[in-house]
């Protein structure tokens, strides 16, 4: 069974920088789109900050748009997530994981779920 590992999350203060990493112990990413998704503590509610497909084409949430950045490796099984200018609304537990996005917007978790990372911002 594919694992996915999330890594890469900490406490910065606001206006910090993180960068997320996601590896997968297969092949899983290869075609697929891959998206990072956060939830927030407290909240039932996830929100799906950022995606990218099998050619590279993205998409960020307003709520992320200019700050962050996901960027995937094929070759090393990885998906990245570049965050900067952090806020404290950013804290959440983030997870990657293979997705079918729809044409309305709405998504779909494919893989099974990883352990997630915790970033916590400061203010």
């Not at 996830?46 to 962050?68: C, M, P, Q, W």
């Not at 997870?95 to 996005?101: F, G, M």
Request: glycine letters at 14%.
């Amino acid at each position: 069974q594919v694992q996915l590992v999330e890594s890469g999350g900490g406490l910065v203060q606001a206006g910090g920088s993180l960068r997320l990493s996601c590896a997968a112990s297969g092949s899983i990413f290869n075609g697929n789109t891959i998206g990072w998704y956060r939830q927030a503590p407290g909240k039932q509610q996830r929100e799906l900050v950022a995606h990218i497909d099998s050619s590279g084409t993205t998409n960020y949430a307003a709520s992320v748009k200019g700050r962050f950045t996901i960027s995937r490796d094929n070759a090393k099984n990885t998906v990245y997530l570049q965050m900067t200018s952090l806020k404290p609304e950013d804290t959440a537990v983030y997870y990657c994981n293979v997705l079918t996005i729809y044409g309305d917007g709405s998504w779909y978790i494919r893989g099974s779920r990883g352990q997630g990372t915790q970033v916590t911002v400061s203010s």
